[in-house]
Structures are given as C-alpha cells and as structure tokens.
C-alpha cells in the first residue's frame, strides 16, 4: 500500500508539473512573449500609451495657441 500511495502521490505531483507547465505557456502566449523579439505586449502597450499621450499632449498645446 505505501508503494501505492507513492506513485499516487508522484502521479499528482507530475499532472501539477503538467498543468503548471501549460499556464506558463498560456500566460506567454498571452503577454506575446516570444524568443524572436525582446519585448512583450505589456511594455509594448505601455509604449503605445505613452506615445498617444505626448501626441495628445502636443495637440493640446496647437490648439491652445490657435485660440
């Protein structure tokens, strides 16, 4: 029985291995990680932002001297 309940316990313990593998995967995929490129989709996002908000920053000020 002791044997049982080890390979019970290895067989739970290497699904848990599996499925975490397959989030780490997913949340990879999801943050567009990849090995061909340095950036993911978080910073390229916040990149983004930032520069709509200098764009919206300086037709702000365009407009504000056209008044």
Same mark, same amino acid.
């Given at each position: 029985m002791s044997n049982e309940l080890k390979v019970t316990e290895l067989d739970q313990a290497m699904a $848990? *291995?599996?499925?975490?593998?397959?989030? *780490?995967?997913r949340l990879k995929t999801?943050? $567009?990680? +990849?090995? &061909?490129?340095?950036? &993911?989709? *978080? @910073? +390229?996002? &916040? @990149?983004t932002i930032k520069l709509q908000d200098e764009y919206i920053a300086k037709l702000r000020a365009r407009a504000e001297m056209e008044k």
């Open positions: $848990e *291995i599996k499925r975490q593998a397959a989030e *780490i995967e999801r943050l $567009e990680v +990849s090995p &061909d490129h340095p950036y &993911d989709g *978080i @910073a +390229s996002r &916040d @990149a």
